[in-house]
């Protein structure tokens, strides 16, 4: 249903709080008592009421100020509209994460999905079995615009934008390592440049490109590594690295796991590379959602 803009324009909200009391204490000297106003304001604010309704509304009776039929009719239909109103504009809706039923969509990389999800999940069927997350990917180039167009609820991200709107948490920070199969590689942790350089790699690019920052660093160094692989899933690579000679490049996170599933190698990176923040990145629009500030803070303490 569309409101009517021009039906509201006699309406004003304090003359159904004034009629609201006025009905229900029958008396103006009571009711300007109980709204801290004067009886001469309690008196006006019933004259536009009986202007704007078209009837008296209250009849004397006595020491008491009787409603008239339309009076009753109007209570009975306004009192239900008033207490909705003052429920959504004045009560803060709770979030119980026993009983909710929510779904929230988060967008992350496979990698952040293959560290996180396993730890997180059994702890929210615990704590809010009701509580659903639509995990899609995404990737540091394009977590902001899909924010800000409403595709995703909250992305956890490697990205760092500082647009207005943005709200940003660290949850942690972490290292690369490289990482090998033994039955390819017959290589001694920890490497050395050299070492690093002359072995091939595999190479996870969201954007197609043949190289990355750590290509930049070893330039410096006078030194080059032939990349002779790219794929945009960090989930490829255990399986590939147990076919390959190669080494591949992972945030720590990767390392603990895939060593002990698929008995990989893995070495400090040996160039300065600073550690990397993995962040929480959500719309200032969003901090009224009782539901996603949970999951915000559930996916913090989680990390803690």
Request: charged share 20%; net charge negative.
């Amino acid at each position: 249903m569309t409101i009517k803009e021009s039906d509201f324009r006699k309406i004003d909200l304090n003359l159904l709080i004034a009629f609201a009391v006025l009905f229900r204490e029958q008396s103006v000297s009571l009711a300007a008592d109980k709204l801290h106003l004067g009886q001469p304001a309690v008196s006006g604010s019933l004259a536009r009421l009986r202007e704007m309704f078209d009837d008296p509304l209250f009849i004397r009776s006595g020491h008491r100020m009787q409603p008239t039929a339309r009076a009753t009719e109007l209570h009975s239909e306004l009192m239900p509209l008033l207490e909705q109103l003052q429920s959504a504009l004045f009560q803060q809706a709770e979030f119980n994460p026993a009983y909710a039923k929510a779904t929230v969509t988060i967008g992350m990389s496979d990698w952040i999905e293959m560290w996180l999800m396993p730890h997180l999940l059994p702890a929210l069927r615990e704590q809010a079995p009701g509580v659903r997350l639509n995990v899609v990917t995404s990737d540091p180039f394009t977590d902001a615009q899909r924010l800000e167009g409403g595709e995703l609820d909250m992305a956890i991200s490697m990205a760092n934008h500082s647009a207005r709107w943005m709200e940003r948490e660290r949850l942690t920070a972490m290292e690369f390592v490289a990482l090998w199969h033994p039955s390819q590689l017959q290589l001694e942790a920890p490497l050395s440049r050299e070492a690093y350089a002359a072995q091939q790699h595999v190479l996870v690019s969201y954007r197609e490109a043949t190289g990355s920052h750590i290509d930049t660093l070893l330039a410096r160094q006078g030194l080059r590594r032939e990349i002779s692989y790219t794929t945009p899933h960090f989930s490829a690579l255990p399986g590939l690295l147990t076919i390959m000679p190669a080494l591949a490049t992972v945030p720590q996170a990767l390392s603990d796991s895939w060593q002990q599933t698929w008995g990989l190698h893995d070495s400090p990176v040996p160039l300065e590379i600073a550690p990397f923040e993995v962040a929480l990145l959500w719309h200032q629009r969003h901090n009224s959602d009782a539901a996603l500030m949970w999951v915000r803070g559930f996916i913090k303490r989680m990390l803690s």
